[in-house]
């Protein structure tokens, strides 16, 4: 489905991120799976076993970094023809009332989630319009369409912020035939954080959260992996700006 494909997906290190990985991998791509995490990245036995994986680590929030990274792509492979950005969540934040979130709190959530996605897309875009095709999917969160199950401002923010950012940079891409999509997850226990944040919740919260999703579960990682491996492949080619929930229909009763 995306046999020889050149990928790009960041925060690759674990969840939800690590399972696009190997799912672009396993459908034929060439991914070059990026985090911060190194030594977590370094750890995963499927991308690291995977002639098609290439670990890096790249902060995100740093746009030099990530043009470096881009020189790299072209150099070796001539071009890059999807982009996945993952990268995100809550920076170890937990919910407190917005009167006594700081500054350096709200930003930092912003430039992982917000920021890291326009460096990314800044640096493929000129590529993709030069070769008049390419893929591009966010992965924003039930939080940006609605709101914070766990109460922070920052994290929901942002994430709508990136649902406005898939539509501007698709009608302005369109023309050259780059795609952007966004995907907003619903809750998942994929990292460190979202276990943090589920166990904060207590039992009652829990049976509320499981209780708003028509399908009675939380996701799977592969569960967004699917849903990126459709954007990236030529089954939606005449779809973008699009923002699908991937959440169990949470998106009906929450």
Known sequence: MLKDKIAIVTGAAHGIGQSIAQELIKAGAVVFACDILDEKLAKN?????????????????????????????????????????????????????????????????????????????????????????????????GAGRSYSLTGIQAYASSKAGLIGFT???????GEFN???????????????????QWHAMGEEGQNRVLHSIALRRLGEPEDIAYAVAFFASDYSKWITGQTISVDGGHWMLG
């Open 45 to 141: 036995e499927f991308l690291n076993n995977s002639s098609s994986c290439h670990i890096k680590k790249v902060d995100v929030t740093y746009s030099p970094a990530v043009n470096e990274l881009m020189e790299e792509i072209i150099e070796k492979y001539g071009r890059i023809d999807i982009l996945v950005n993952n990268a995100g969540g809550v920076a170890g934040q937990v919910a407190k009332p917005i009167e006594e979130v700081s500054d350096k709190e709200w930003k930092q959530i912003f430039a992982i989630n917000l920021d890291g996605a326009f460096n990314f897309t800044r640096a493929v875009s000129k590529h993709m319009k030069i070769r008049r095709s390419g893929s591009i999917v966010n992965i924003s969160s």
């Open 167 to 173: 539509r501007q940079t698709a009608r302005e891409l």
């Open 178 to 196: 780059v795609r952007v999509n966004c995907i907003a997850p619903g809750f998942i226990r994929s990292n460190p954080n979202s276990e943090k």
